[in-house]
C-alpha cells in the first residue's frame, strides 16, 4: 500500500531463539503489536533503508521483469510446500529466500508481509501487476475451496503451456527477423562503404548515371550525411508504435489484421483459440465462476477480435443463453469448437472438453509453425539475394557506359 513503510526487525520466539525480518505496516508500533499477536518478543524494529547500491534505476525497458516461467516455477514449488504441510507465511519466507529472480523475490516478500498482518493470499497478490488476473482469481478459488496446492499446480501447468505456445511462435517469427536484420545491416554497410568507391569513379569520368545508380548515389549521400535520423527513425518507430498499441482503437484494428495475414494469421488465430480455451478451461476447473472466468478470459486472450467476441457471450451467459450459442454468432471461432464445446455444455464437462481443445490448437500451432519455417526459409533468403543482387546490379549498370566513355 503506498501509505505504509518497510520495517527490519528481530524477535525473540517463545524457544528463545532470534529471528529477522521484513514488515510493511504505517509505523514501528504496529509491526510491534502484530509481531506480539503472532507470539514473538520484539528485540528491535527499525526502517529499512537502501542503499544507493540496492536502489534500482528504472529505465523503460529495460527494468527487471518477472516471466511467465518464473510464475510458473514459483507456483510449483509453492504448490509442493503446502501440500508438504508448511504454513503459507513459512512457504513464502523460503520461496522469497530462494527465488532467483530478484524482482519476483521482492513481490513475494511483500506479499508474505502482508499475509502475516492477516490479508488473504489473493488479496496480497492482487496489489502486485507480476501476477495476471488469471493467476489471481485461480488462487482465490483455491482458497475458497480449500484445495490451494492443487490449484497451484494447475496454474503452473497453464502457464508452462502458455510459455511453449509463445517460444512455438518466437521460433516461426525469429527467422524472417534475423533475415531483415542481416539484409539490413549489408544493405546499409555496401551504402555508405562501397557506394563512395564507385560514385568518385562515376563522376570522374562524366556521363549521366542510369535511374537505378542515382537512386542509389543520393541514399548514401543521405545516410552518410544525415546518419543519425538513421540511427534514430527505428527508435522512435518502435516507441510510436508501443504508444499506438495502447489505444484501443489502433490495438483493435492491428489484431484484426493480424489474424488476416497471408502467411502468419492462421498461426496468430490458432495461439488466441488456445490461449482462451486453456484460460477458460483451468479458471472453471479451479471453480471460478463461469461470467467472471469468461471476463477475466476475455482480458487474458490478448487479442481485441475475440476479446469483443468473448464479452458477447459473457452477455449471453448472461441472459441464460449457453456459450455455443453466441459464440456460433462469430467468425473468430470455427464450427469444431462451437460443436466441442456445446458438446462439453451438455455433459456437463465443460472444463475437460475446452483442454481437450487447447490441446487441439496446441498441436495446431506446432504444425503450423514447422510449415512457415520451411516455407519462410527459401523465401527470406531470395529477398535477401534479391536486396543486395539488386544493390550491385544497379552499382555496376554505369559499367557499359564507362566503356564507352574510355573509347
Known amino acids: 500500500m503506498a501509505d505504509q513503510l518497510t520495517f527490519e526487525y528481530t524477535v525473540r520466539d517463545r524457544a528463545g531463539k532470534t529471528k529477522s525480518g521484513t514488515m510493511s505496516a504505517a509505523n514501528q508500533k504496529a509491526v510491534a503489536d502484530r509481531l506480539r499477536e503472532l ?41 509442493t510446500m503446502i501440500n508438504s504441510g508448511l504454513s503459507l507465511i513459512r512457504a513464502l519466507n523460503i520461496l522469497a529466500e530462494q527465488t532467483e529472480n530478484p524482482k519476483l523475490a521482492e ?53 508452462e503451456a502458455d510459455v511453449a505456445l509463445r517460444r512455438k511462435v518466437k521460433s516461426a517469427m525469429t527467422y524472417p527477423v534475423v533475415v531483415l536484420i542481416m539484409a539490413v545491416v549489408l544493405s546499409s554497410a555496401m551504402i555508405i562503404f562501397i557506394v563512395p568507391t564507385f560514385e568518385g569513379l562515376f563522376e570522374s569520368l562524366g556521363g549521366e548515371l542510369p535511374l537505378p545508380t542515382q537512386v542509389l548515389v543520393m541514399l548514401s549521400e543521405g545516410m552518410r550525411t544525415f546518419w543519425y535520423l538513421f540511427l534514430l527513425a527505428p527508435i522512435a518507430a518502435w516507441q510510436g508504435f508501443k504508444w499506438a498499441r495502447k ?51 476475455a482480458d487474458t486472450v490478448n487479442n481485441g477480435v475475440m476479446s ?40 456437463g464437462a465443460i472444463d475437460e472438453m475446452l483442454e481437450k ?25 531470395a529477398v535477401l539475394g534479391g536486396i543486395v543482387g539488386g544493390m550491385v546490379i544497379a552499382l555496376y549498370m554505369p559499367m557499359f557506359k564507362i566503356f564507352d566513355l574510355v573509347q
Not at 507470539?39 to 542503499?51: L, N, Q, R, T, W
Not at 489484431?255 to 479458471?283: I, Y
Not at 519455417?373 to 527470406?380: D, F, G, K, R, S
Open 39 to 79: 507470539g514473538y518478543a520484539p528485540v528491535s524494529i527499525g526502517e529499512k533503508k537502501e542503499s544507493l547500491a540496492q536502489k534500482e534505476i528504472n529505465i523503460p525497458g529495460f527494468g527487471k521483469k518477472v516471466s511467465l516461467a518464473d510464475l510458473a516455477v514459483f507456483s510449483r514449488q509453492f504448490a
Open 107 to 159: 513481490v513475494i516478500g511483500e506479499v508474505r508481509s502482508q499475509v502475516e498482518q492477516g490479508r488473504p493470499l489473493s488479496t496480497a497478490m492482487a496489489d502486485h501487476e507480476v501476477f495476471p488476473k488469471l493467476y489471481i482469481a485461480m488462487v482465490r478459488a483455491g482458497e475458497t475451496a480449500g484445495l490451494l496446492d492443487q490449484v497451484l499446480l494447475r496454474v503452473a501447468a497453464t502457464l
Open 247 to 297: 489505444q484501443d482503437n489502433v490495438r483493435f484494428f492491428l489484431d484484426r489484421m493480424k489474424l488476416k495475414l497471408p502467411v502468419f494469421g492462421p498461426l496468430f488465430h490458432k495461439v488466441a483459440l488456445s490461449r482462451f480455451t486453456r484460460n477458460l478451461g483451468s479458471l472453471l476447473r479451479a471453480g471460478v465462476p463461469i461470467l467472471q472466468a469468461l471476463e477475466i478470459s
Open 308 to 347: 469483443n467476441a468473448i464479452n458477447d457471450v459473457k452477455a449471453g451467459v448472461k441472459e441464460g443463453e449457453s456459450m455455443a450459442t453466441p459464440l456460433s454468432k462469430h467468425a473468430v471461432f470455427p464450427p469444431m469448437t462451437v460443436q466441442m464445446i456445446a458438446v462439453g455444455e451438455e455433459t
Open 357 to 381: 481443445i487447447s490441446d487441439f490448437y496446441d498441436q495446431e500451432v506446432e504444425a503450423t509453425t514447422e510449415q512457415l519455417t520451411a516455407l519462410l526459409e527459401p523465401v527470406m533468403i
